[in-house]
């Protein structure tokens, strides 16, 4: 969390995010390592676009390093707002990773900040509809 409220603070104005990598166990996911945006991304006050290739990077690299406690398990991002509810385009773009062929999760994870400093999080499993969960920081 500490990280993604560093990245926040470069620009409170803005949506910012990226990839989240970690670990998948039955009931939870353990989230270790969180990337920011990439020189590339798409930071306005009402859009995000991640720099994919950045990111990809990003994920590659932990997973050399760490290897399976660096596994891709899902998305951040910031919403300038005080919503931290996912958006009809959030929700959509997280149903296209579960889908998608590029992505080693059927259960991506979202984690939404709000101006406000609080975060949801909702797990987006394949063909299904999506859920909350708790988020918790240890
Ligand atoms: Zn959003």
């Not at 990245?7 to 998948?24: D, F, H, R």
């Amino acid at each position: 969390m500490g990280k993604m409220k560093d990245k926040v603070q470069e620009n409170p104005g803005i949506e910012t995010g990226g990839v989240l990598l970690g670990e998948i166990h039955n009931n939870s996911i353990h989230i270790n390592f969180v990337s920011g945006a990439g020189p590339n991304a798409k930071k306005e006050r009402c859009n995000f676009e991640k720099d994919i290739e950045y990111c990809q990077n990003y994920i590659e690299d932990k997973y050399n390093v760490h290897g399976g406690i660096a596994a891709y398990v899902g998305e951040w991002h910031y919403h300038p707002s005080d919503s931290n509810k996912p958006s009809g385009i959030d929700i959509k773009s997280l149903t296209e990773i579960s889908d998608g062929q590029g992505y080693l999760t059927e259960n991506p994870v979202m984690i939404i900040l709000s101006n406000k400093n609080t975060a949801s999080c909702t797990i987006h499993p394949i063909g299904k509809k999506f859920y909350y969960t708790n988020l918790e920081v240890i």
